[in-house]
């Protein structure tokens, strides 16, 4: 109920018909005025030919414009961070060190599993964020 | 298609100055039309920019809410539908009390909270009967994220849709402007999601991490709601160990903590100073991690925890060492970075120095670890 509420409010004002209509109204307008431009440069009165190519140029810019802003809205995902969390364990008796991935309810000096080398069980010492390569030189 | 074009152009190209007049009047027309309406279009640039931003809003506060209900039923097992809880809980609100007189203010503050956070803790263990509780506190946390995301979304809406009404420039400006901020807040929140979610230790734990790298096999009392204290010696001195009980969410309450084992040495006097460890945010160019020495009472929040604390300490006239460990907004409450949690062992070197340098042998020095314990036990 909470969300059918909301959803009617944001009305939509991606890609639709008619946006894409005017593009085709504004490309075609754009496209006959380019091309008298070009006839005017090759005619005997060249001095016409700059509103022509102007207002070519601007139609095309235009619809470029609109074009890449709608193409922003639609094709953005929305991302909702999921990272990859470690565990590091050692054991008590031994030194043994180990990394694995994270598990619900794993916390800070929990007694878990038992160490693979000896008789002891290891406890958690740190958890945090894998470091991401990619994001290292940003500092 | 193209050549019904060319034929038509060349129809209409026959009359070429007819046609140019019109393009002409058509160019110089836009222009006037800019003149007049470059304060309305660019209104609708932002405009649009801002509902850019509330769909994805929009997206991460529906994460917040479905991850919270879906934690509810699966850690809490509830007999019924716990949704109209978790909403009832999303539109939650607490009045702050006036502030033009304001003497006595901290009391009604701190009343307020206690009331709000009894009252949470109830309800969440009405609507999750089966969850432990460390899940409960996780779950409070996480009904907490929910709750900030629902509340971001809601004005961020608010301010678009009036803009739209209106199409007033400098309403639509208002958000426009803060709108890169009030996202990387937004993003920070949706990244506590997955922290509070699995209860993973978070940014805003290093206060407590700290603190229990000391503890460690130490026995540990409660002094104060959600909090724990151990005695520990240490070249001479006893450190007396303060932090919010884990391994569960929570903050606890330093403020009554140390004003109780302050308090309780009133007569002895043996403690000689306090040390206070806390997160704090960095300044951009920043490096994660950096440590920073400093004085005073070294916690955030609305403010009585820390009036408390001063109020303690002044008591007493002893000196209030403080230690930060800056990190970025985006990292408070978001699962742990390897930068902050290696400045963790930084930090405790920096306590251990502190304790060595600035008190002598005998001493009592109280360490307070600030922060959410979440994923860190004692
Ligand atoms: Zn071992």
């Known amino acids: ?139 | 298609m193209i050549n019904v074009i060319l034929q038509v152009a060349q129809v209409l190209g026959g009359e070429n100055s007819d046609i140019g007049m019109i393009l002409q009047t058509l160019f110089s027309l836009s222009f006037i039309i800019y003149l007049f309406y470059a304060q309305r279009i660019q209104a609708m640039t932002m405009l649009r920019q801002v509902e850019v931003t509330l769909r994805k809003v929009k997206t991460i506060k529906d994460e917040g809410r479905r991850v919270a209900i879906e934690m509810v039923k699966e850690v809490g097992k509830p007999e019924r539908d716990p949704t109209p809880d978790v909403d009832r809980f999303l539109e939650q609100f607490v009045i702050s009390p006036v502030s033009m007189d304001p003497a006595g203010i901290m009391g009604k503050l701190d009343q307020l909270i206690n009331v709000s956070d009894y009252t949470n803790e109830a309800e969440v263990k009405a609507i999750a009967p089966q969850a432990t509780e460390t899940e409960a506190h996780n779950i409070e946390n996480l009904l907490g994220a929910a709750h900030a995301l629902n509340y971001y979304y809601k004005a961020i809406r608010h301010f678009y849709l009036l803009g739209k009404k209106t199409m007033n420039v400098y309403i639509i400006m208002q958000i426009h402007m803060i709108l890169p901020l009030i996202m990387k807040e937004i993003e920070a929140t949706s990244a506590a999601i997955q922290a509070f979610r699995n209860g993973m230790p978070i940014g805003d734990g290093v206060g407590p991490l700290v603190v229990s790298k000391l503890m460690r096999g130490h026995e540990s009392v409660d002094v104060a709601r959600e909090t724990v204290a151990a005695w520990v010696p240490y070249e001479g001195r006893t450190l007396i160990l303060l932090k919010a009980k884990g391994p569960g969410g929570s903050v606890g309450k330093p403020g009554d903590g140390v004003a109780k084992i302050l308090g309780d040495d009133k007569k002895e006097k043996k403690i000689k100073a306090v040390i206070m460890i806390d997160a704090a945010g960095k300044l951009e160019g920043e490096p994660v991690g950096e440590i920073a020495e400093g004085f005073g009472a070294a916690i955030g929040g609305v403010g009585v925890e820390k009036y408390k604390i001063e109020e303690a300490v002044k008591a007493r006239n002893i000196p209030m060492y403080a230690i930060a460990i800056k990190q970025d907004i985006s990292h408070v409450i978001a699962p742990l970075v390897e930068e902050l949690y290696k400045a963790t062992d930084t930090a405790l070197e920096s306590v251990k120095r502190i304790v060595t340098e600035r008190t002598q042998e005998g001493d009592y020095v109280l360490v307070a670890g600030i922060g959410n314990t979440m994923g860190i036990a004692q």
């Open chain 1, 1 to 139: 109920m909470l969300m059918t509420e909301q959803n009617t409010q944001i009305s939509s004002m991606s890609m639709s018909w008619t946006t894409l209509a005017v593009i085709v109204v504004i490309g075609i307008f754009s496209l006959f005025s380019l091309w008298m431009g070009f006839q005017a440069l090759s005619s005997d009165k060249p001095e016409q030919s700059t509103y022509y190519l102007l207002t070519g140029t601007v139609g095309f810019s235009a619809i470029g414009y609109m074009f890449f802003r709608t193409k922003a809205v639609t094709t953005r995902k929305p991302d909702i961070p999921k990272v990859d969390v470690v565990t590091i364990l050692e054991c008590p008796a031994c030194e043994l060190k180990r990394v694995r991935d994270f598990k619900r309810g794993d916390y800070i000096y929990k007694d878990d599993e038992p160490c693979t080398r000896c008789e002891a069980n290891m406890v958690i010492t740190g958890i945090h964020r894998r470091a991401e390569p990619e994001k290292k030189p940003k500092k």
